[in-house]
């Protein structure tokens, strides 16, 4: 008879073996009557009792206390304990959920799965087939490495195939995948029992294409031209998945194999749909596998026109321009065999692509083609290029000339001739300087020629700043909304509700709030968890912030300092409402709330009430003037004096690239002269009379190089525009730092996507702002470019925006190694479709001389011209560009020489053009 500690000691020991002996030597009865008490071991990963009694059969004297050894004697323990359970637990599910549970976080032994594959084959125990196909069903594609190998084993046992399930196929994908290091995995795959029942499902289920490497694409492509699998199955399933979508990773696995199947012309044409619908895949890879095999099929005469134009349809708006090129080039061979109409209607939705030249080259193949289409392809060909602009306008014009010499050239989309005389003529040296017929700056139509035309886009409309949300009705409210905020990335808006619902809630029914707020209180400290202690216990406790914390920016300590202000109020007595509080989500207070409480019998904290003073609208109406002139409190008076002078005065920032010393003392192999040299922001400081956070009104310049090499990415910035909402400039300044590092990054997009409300503040543009979009146009992340091409749009739409200063920035940055000419192009390219153009090209004209004057041509260089053609174009530009002339002069057919031909065409013909 086996008692409980005997069997216990054998679980602490390891030893397996004595527990299976021990074990199967009782009845069932006799066994489920330990199930209890096995349940309640417990067993910890130090524990010096249990390694004095381990069974480690495979341990070498001497090495006792390694960490292998001690991890085989824990595996060994967990090993027994598995055993014991699934040999005295009474039903099958729980067996199952024994199996499952977190107790064993590690794959067990292969003693152990021998072991339990032995106990639950006693007579009196649950199912095994049960237990199996349970175990099977539920496993989690996170758990197959450590639960599978036992599963498998079991559904053997049990003479059960494997569910079809994503768990199970991985698991299987990856027992017979860590065998091939001794066998070759073709073999191994041929000897497989499950190989036919299993493999078809690899290509019905996402991601598991992530389990197919080079050597899974090889084995499976051999043994379907050795005959074990069905090659044309084998291939359905690979299109399957490719046309179904799947993940990049899992995607290029399945274009792999695809490649090395090698489909024929015939079994390409017999998956005609599939393949045009593989065509708009995301992924190019796919679509590139797509387009070559329906060429093949194509050039075998196996297609008709219709799916050549619909492939042509599919893929000519595309962005891959090797994709384009490679359409162009099959239609061109279908055009040259024989002209369908289909065709060329298909050829010419091409003209709408983004990229000039590869609608450029639509045109010319186009125009080799017109004649065999007569009238009907003219027609055709004035209705696609109506919308064109600048040198393609030019070429279509010309092009439709030749074809029929009497026809009215394309109109359509084309700005009119601006009016003429002194309104039309823009302010030398202004940003709209160098375009025809420049409106008024922030007008619906500034930076267009003429009215608003088709194929033309207008600015938005700029949206004034919506309201707070509504205050926060309830305390149970009130404590969800703490609750997130304690444990969840700072939310400013949320924030400023939480902190204006404890005053009222504070003054409305303390005890009520108290009681409901201290289950939420944790036990450590940061500001706004010493705020909720304060106002539970009326206990001030200090917090005490980190070394990073202690040189984060100005602008976030304003919060901070606020809180702590009103945790001390907590603690004698609480306000009756916070002067601070926003009345819109873009930070500003309204002044008429802020009068009205200023009117009251209470004084304000210095922290609150120089907030609401930064918060004050940069126009208040007179009779708020008037009314705060006749205040009698501190409070009001400083409210009044602050409006009397005009509010904050706006600095004067000068942009500056600090010098960063190499910190070698061996030079060789230094590259420190290569690293981008970072910009940064500097101004003298304001003079106020507010209670506010050092240097939140001062940026010296002698600390600039700290600013710029300082490690910036951290808490969050999303707040900052709020704390200075009429100050755009000063929030800049501030905010620009850490946009460097989100710029060079991969990680900052948080801090990026604070530039579209650092436009909604207002005041003067300056080279603060202008710095932040020049790295924001430059980041890594594609996110973090729209975000700042927002931006772009958004001050352009206001009529602030000077494009010719961020343009001086940009060719800064580009001179200081610190720009990526590709990414500048997709984010302007962007901000010019959105109607942003003449702000586009007063950028370009700025930047353009720079990048072109280099030493040797910048990569992304004819990327940046294609934009800038486009933006000229649309806003009529005139400029003479002397550096621009000097490339488009040059002898040859580089890709840069002919955009920069492109460009100098369109601003020659512009200036041709009667004003």
């Not at 989500?585 to 004084?603: C, F, I, K, S």
């Amino acid at each position: 008879m086996v008692s409980f500690p005997q069997l216990e000691s054998w679980i602490r020991a390891g030893d397996i073996d004595s527990v299976v002996t021990g074990l199967l030597s009782l009845d069932e009865a006799s066994r489920r009557a330990l199930a209890a008490q096995v349940k309640s071991v417990q067993l910890h990963w130090s524990d010096p009792e249990a390694d004095s009694l381990s069974v480690d059969p495979d341990a070498v004297p001497g090495l006792m206390h390694t960490y292998s050894a001690h991890l085989r004697r824990v595996l060994r323990r967990e090993g027994a304990w598995l055993v014991a359970g699934a040999a005295c637990l009474p039903r099958a599910a729980d067996v199952v959920s024994w199996v499952r549970s977190d107790r064993f976080w590690r794959p067990p032994m292969p003693q152990a799965i021998d072991a339990v594959a032995l106990v639950l084959r006693a007579p009196g125990r649950p199912s095994l087939p049960a237990i199996a196909r349970s175990l099977a069903e539920k496993m989690r594609p996170t758990q197959v490495d450590n639960q599978w190998a036992l599963i498998e084993r079991l559904l053997a046992e049990a003479e059960l195939p494997p569910p079809v399930t994503e768990a199970a196929l991985r698991g299987w994908m990856r027992r017979i995948g860590a065998d091939r290091h001794h066998k070759d995995l073709a073999e191994l795959l041929r000897a497989d029992p499950h190989l036919e029942h299993m493999l078809p499902h690899v290509f019905t289920v996402p991601l598991l294409g992530q389990e197919l490497d080079d050597e899974w694409t090889r084995a499976l492509a051999r043994l379907a031209a050795d005959g074990v699998l069905d090659r044309q199955a084998l291939l359905d399933g690979c299109v399957l998945r490719l046309r179904a979508g799947d993940r990049t990773a899992a995607l290029r696995r399945m274009v792999v194999l695809h490649r090395l199947l090698d489909p024929s012309a015939e079994e390409a044409a017999a998956r005609r749909a599939e393949y045009c619908g593989m065509l708009s895949a995301p992924d190019s890879a796919v679509a590139d596998a797509a387009l070559r095999a329906l060429r093949l099929a194509d050039d075998a005469g196996l297609l008709d026109a219709d799916a050549v134009a619909e492939a042509a349809w599919a893929l000519l708006l595309r962005k891959e321009k090797k994709l384009v090129r490679a359409q162009l080039d099959w239609l061109a061979a279908a055009l040259a065999r024989k002209p369908e109409p289909v065709l060329f209607e298909a050829l010419l939705s091409g003209l709408a692509n983004p990229a000039a030249d590869l609608a450029e080259r639509v045109l010319k193949l186009a125009a080799a083609h017109l004649s065999s289409f007569g009238e009907t392809g003219h027609e055709q060909l004035t209705t696609a290029t109506a919308d064109l602009q600048g040198d393609l306008r030019r070429q279509a014009t010309a092009l439709l000339a030749r074809a029929d010499p009497g026809s009215a050239a394309p109109t359509a989309g084309i700005a009119t001739p601006p009016p003429s005389g002194p309104a039309a003529s823009p302010v030398a040296g202004s940003p709209a300087a160098g375009f025809v017929g420049s409106p008024v700056a922030g007008s619906p139509a500034a930076g267009f020629v003429g009215s608003p035309v088709a194929g033309i886009v207008v600015l938005p409309a700029v949206v004034p700043a919506a309201p707070m949300p509504p205050p926060i009705a309830s305390i149970p409210e009130l404590v969800a909304e703490a609750k997130h905020l304690l444990y969840q990335a700072e939310d400013p808006i949320r924030v400023e509700l939480i902190l204006d619902a404890l005053v009222r809630f504070t003054a409305a029914d303390r005890p009520a709030l108290a009681r409901a707020l201290e289950p939420i209180v944790p036990a450590w400290r940061n500001p706004f968890s010493g705020l909720l202690h304060a106002v539970v216990s009326r206990e001030f406790v200090a917090w005490a912030p980190s070394a990073w914390e202690r040189t984060a920016g100005p602008p976030f300590w304003m919060p901070v300092k606020r809180m702590a202000e009103l945790a001390r109020q907590m603690c004698q007595t609480p306000p009756p409402a916070l002067l601070a509080t926003p009345a819109t989500v873009d930070g500003h207070v309204d002044p008429a709330r802020v009068l009205r409480l200023l009117g009251e019998d209470w004084e304000p904290e210095p922290f609150d009430l120089s907030q609401a003073l930064l918060r004050l609208p940069r126009e208040v109406a007179p009779d708020i003037r008037a009314s705060a002139a006749r205040l009698e409190s501190p409070a009001g008076k400083a409210f009044a004096d602050f409006l009397a002078g005009g509010g904050l005065p706006d600095p004067d920032v000068v942009a500056i690239t600090p010098v960063r010393p190499c910190p070698h003392v061996v030079k060789a192999g230094c590259n420190c002269r290569e690293r981008p040299r970072r910009r940064t922001v500097a101004f003298e400081p304001i003079k106020h009379n507010l209670t506010v956070q050092p240097y939140l009104l001062y940026q010296p310049a002698e600390f600039a190089r700290d600013r710029v090499d300082g490690h910036q990415l951290g808490r969050s910035i999303a707040g900052w525009p709020m704390i200075l909402p009429s100050h755009r400039e000063i929030a800049a300044a501030h905010i620009q730092p850490r946009l460097i590092e989100a710029a060079e990054s991969r990680s900052g997009a948080a801090e990026m996507a604070v530039l579209p409300a650092l436009a909604a503040c207002d005041g003067p543009f300056g080279p603060a702002m202008a710095l932040c979009l020049a790295y924001g146009l430059t980041a890594t992340r594609p996110e973090s470019r729209l975000a700042a091409s927002d931006a772009f749009v958004d001050l352009a739409a206001r009529g602030v925006l000077d494009g010719s200063l961020v343009g001086r920035e940009l060719a800064a940055l580009f001179r200081g190694n610190s720009l990526v000419l590709k990414r500048v192009a997709d984010a302007l390219s962007q901000a010019s479709q959105a109607g942003a153009a003449a702000e586009t090209w007063a950028t370009m004209r700025e930047f353009l001389p720079t990048v072109l004057t280099g030493s040797k041509p910048a990569t992304g260089l004819p990327d940046l011209l294609l934009v800038a053609e486009s933006a000229a174009a649309a806003a009529r530009a005139t400029d003479d560009i002397p550096e621009l002339t000097g490339v488009a002069s040059r002898p040859g057919r580089s890709r840069l020489i002919t955009e920069a031909a492109r460009l100098s065409r369109t601003l020659t013909e512009n200036r041709a053009r009667p004003e």
